[in-house]
């Protein structure tokens, strides 16, 4: 390998000649071809070169696309943006991915890495020329078939934007290329790197390759590096990594995008308690604390708190028939006060504790459990670093609350606060009702996307790049946040698959959306609804979310998710967690559905920011919640302190038995159990519905008169069945009723609205006694409920005992048919009134 190189300021020529084993590539970089230009983007003017690079080699004559990362230095911006938009005029028809690194010497490559399509030349020798209008001082020289060499480029971990990669050289295997291995775990692919955060933090590109230098020279002592020259592995492309399964590169996460733009002005001026700040004095061995207002514990008139308890396997991991027995259960004992500890707060349960004034983030021994439990196992593989945090929240509404606080300014138009400066959420077009009231006292507008049988749709007619995209700034700001429920939505009961999230996620990327990633029914999803629903219906499967392979695991930069150890965990739609490399995902948890609502126990999980500023609103807000609740859940999960097992020798025999905790296992045995449950409830409820979809019905020969014409079948119901959560969300086809749209004494016509209400209050009617929730408490703006939302009714299969499903479902399929043979118009308009007036 030779290299030249010309003093600062003239022109600058390279030339990097290589052998390595069948293939030679040459690179030659040259600014001879125009003239020295200055560009004032970034920190000053600073002077850049256009440069040719040209790459030639037997490979390129390979008709397959191949993918190639060239590292730049000093790119700026604007240059970058004319990389993409030179490479398309080399004019060929096989196309091969370029990405387009900057050098991290300047806040001008906060913007420099693009991804754009260069061309190889059709010449059967098979070359490849760019024409990047910017100068290099790096330089990329693939080389990798069967014997490359590999160096990485390894800017520091404080870097924030630029990819790390970390250098290892070893001999391949004969007929084998080198891996580059990593410790970490989560993995994103170099050739579908993402846009860089800021890189001023980076370390000098000198000390990178001065570092990867040090590693290279020992093994090919020929190469004189200099401090110049990187050589990066070749084929990157996902195609060629799974012909190649050992010829996969990855990268280090960057830390998350900085996005305190989104937060609101009073988020941004909150500053922490100062009482809550002195508190980490107080864990200070041996203090004398005269500093704190807290009551003596040993006063607190609650000496233990106890509970019966379900063992973890009450409920078999299976939707077939089960037989519970009531009687499995263990005793939780919360005592007084811990003194095993270790002085280990996150050990400690006790009274004294749980009960006393505490921080924001939550009781520190359940706080760590579910920190464990979130970044471990339930997403294990954040793509960036050093992942998220988790503040305890008093369950999802509770989160929401805090959201609206943390992201949004209100927008009064009684204070003149102008149109254009309003704030806008997306949300499906039918939402969780209780999100409404949260946001609209704000002045916040619903802006809605529409959906299908999975959720929000990401592209297409009424989609969310179609919002966004077409977005009028006369109705106010662009909206800046999603909402969305992707698993068991309420109350439509969508899921939506992970190709479905990386669209939206890639959308939300574009327009720099927040995503509010609200998942109480996550757990809840129903891998046999597809099959159950086409034998029930004599269908093929529709609508099957569909399971990813192990080559298919990928995240949105080409991340493979790791296994979280749980068979369960895995088989589960993945979070949007693991898709976000910018720290833009912000996921509501909590035990409402999975252990008791009464708890009032959830948490957060988002990027530490964003997670800091939740605390200093929860520090004068809700605080943490109920020390007595958080206690007995995290007993039960965790098990006894060992303070508390002297409490069972006093016990009965069959009672005297050690409770050791759920632990990770049996918290996840319990998921399993409790999805199947509720699996089996959904299928009973709808193989019911399914044989009542349908009905024979006669057209009256005038609106008040029973007698008419033959029937015909008529559609009563549509509806999908739910792939996860808790409800049914049926079509009502009311404009199929004998009396649609007939006039009557108080009423121009029974339009469909009228129609609805008239169901409802037929239902509640004896002998039928059913309660159904109306469409319309789920229309997300009026323009919804008027239009679509009266269509529709929503069912829930968990509120009555199972026993009690079969029956509830028959009366309901009968009110809807005896509803259907209602032919006198005043009927229907007491029906209304009735309705109306309650």
């Known amino acids: 390998m030779g290299l030249m190189r010309h003093a600062p300021g003239g022109p600058m020529v390279w030339y990097c000649f290589v052998w390595c084993g069948v293939v030679r590539c040459d690179m030659v970089l040259s600014d001879s ?63 091969e991915p370029l990405t387009v690194v900057g050098d991290g010497d300047g806040d001008d490559d906060a913007q420099s890495c693009r991804s754009s399509r260069a061309t190889p030349s059709p010449a059967t020798s098979g070359s490849l020329t760019l024409r990047p209008p910017c100068r290099w001082s790096l330089h990329h020289v693939d080389v990798g078939l069967r014997a490359p060499m590999v160096a990485c480029l390894v800017p520091s971990r404080a870097s924030p934007g630029l990819p790390r990669l970390r250098p290892h050289f070893r001999r391949p295997r004969r007929g084998r290329p080198p891996a580059v291995r990593r410790r970490r775990t989560s993995h994103r692919r170099l050739d579908q790197a993402s846009t860089p955060v800021d890189p001023s933090g980076a370390l000098s590109w000198q000390s990178a390759i001065q570092a990867a230098t040090r590693q290279l020279v020992p093994m090919r002592g020929i190469l004189g590096l200099a401090h110049t020259v990187l050589l990066l592995q070749y084929i990157l492309l996902h195609d060629t990594a799974r012909k190649e399964p050992n010829m996969v590169y990855f990268q280090e996460e960057a830390a998350p995008l900085d996005l305190s733009h989104h937060l609101s002005r009073v988020t941004k001026n909150r500053t922490p308690s100062s009482i809550k700040n002195y508190y980490r004095f107080f864990k200070i061995s041996g203090i004398g604390n005269l500093a704190s207002g807290l009551p003596n514990a040993s006063y607190f008139p609650f000496d233990t708190l106890e509970a019966e308890v379900a063992r973890p396997s009450r409920w078999d991991a299976s939707p077939d028939e089960y037989h519970p027995d009531a009687e499995e259960s263990s005793l939780v004992v919360v005592p007084k006060a811990a003194t095993n500890s270790g002085g280990d707060p996150a050990k400690r349960v006790d009274i004294a504790t749980a009960l006393q004034y505490g921080t924001a983030g939550g009781y520190p021994p359940l706080l760590s459990w579910v920190r464990r439990f979130m970044l471990d196992v339930l997403a ?17 509404t509770d989160g929401v609350f805090k959201l609206v606080d943390l992201l949004y300014d209100s927008w009064l138009p009684e204070r003149g606060d102008p149109v254009s400066e309003r704030p806008g959420l997306l949300t499906e077009l039918f939402v969780f009702n209780n999100v409404l009231p949260v946001v609209e006292p704000h002045g916040i507008q619903i802006v809605t996307v529409e959906i299908d049988g999975e959720g929000i749709l990401a592209k297409g007619p009424g989609s969310l790049e179609d919002v966004l995209r077409n977005w009028d700034p006369a109705r106010g700001k662009r909206p800046h946040v999603l909402y969305t429920v992707t698993v068991g939505h309420n109350p439509t009961g969508g899921v939506q698959s992970l190709q479905r999230k990386r669209d939206i996620y890639s959308v939300c990327r574009a327009f720099d959306i927040i995503i509010i990633e609200d998942e109480p029914y996550w757990y809840l999803q129903f891998p046999s609804a597809a099959a159950a629903e086409a034998q029930s219906r004599h269908t093929a499967e529709s609508l099957a979310v569909k399971r990813e392979s192990d080559e298919e695991l990928l ?145 009256p020969s005038s609106s008040s008169s029973s007698r008419s014409s033959p029937g015909k079948r008529t559609q009563l119901l549509s509806f999908d069945w739910p792939r996860g959560g808790m409800f049914v969300w049926l079509r009502v086809h009311f404009e199929e009723h004998p009396l649609w749209m007939a006039r009557g004494p108080t009423m121009e016509a029974l339009d469909g609205p009228a129609m609805a209400a008239a169901m409802l209050a037929f239902m509640a009617r004896k002998p039928h006694l059913v309660l159904p929730s109306p469409g319309t408490m789920f229309g997300a703006t009026p323009t919804v409920v008027k239009e679509r939302a009266w269509q529709n009714l929503r069912l829930c299969f968990t509120a009555e005992s199972e026993e009690n499903i079969d029956a509830c479902s028959r009366r309901f399929t009968n009110a809807v048919h005896k509803f259907w043979l209602i032919d006198e118009v005043d009927v229907m308009e007491d029906l209304v009134r009735e309705q109306r007036a309650s």
């Open 33 to 95: 071809a125009w003239p020295n230009r200055y560009s004032t983007v970034g920190r000053g003017a600073e002077a850049w070169y256009p440069g040719i690079v040209s790459i030639s080699g037997p490979h390129f004559a390979n008709a397959e696309p191949q993918s190639t990362t060239i590292v730049g230095s000093g790119a700026a911006a604007a240059s970058n943006r004319a990389v993409a938009t030179r490479s398309s005029d080399l004019g060929t028809t096989a196309q």
């Open 380 to 396: 294990p593989n954040v793509p960036y670093e050093p992942g998220p945090d988790v503040i305890l929240s008093c369950g999802s």
């Open 555 to 699: 995240g949105y930069a080409g991340t493979r998710r790791q296994r979280s150890g749980h068979s369960f965990i895995d088989s589960l739609v993945p979070s949007f967690l693991s898709l976000d490399i910018d720290g833009r995902v912000i996921r509501l948890d909590t035990l409402s559905k999975t252990m008791a609502p009464g708890c009032r126990i959830g948490w957060i999980t988002a990027q530490p920011k964003f997670i800091e500023r939740l605390e200093r609103i929860t520090e004068i807000s809700t605080q943490q919640p109920s020390g007595f609740a958080q206690a007995m859940v995290v007993q039960l999960l965790v098990g006894q302190n060992p303070d508390a097992l002297h409490a069972f020798a006093d016990l009965p025999a069959h009672k005297r038995n050690a409770f050791s905790g759920w632990k990770m296992d049996g918290w996840v045995h319990w998921l399993a159990g409790l999805r199947s449950v509720y699996e089996r409830r959904a299928a009973r409820m709808c193989s019911i519905l399914d044989q009542g979809t349908h009905m024979v019905v006669k057209k």
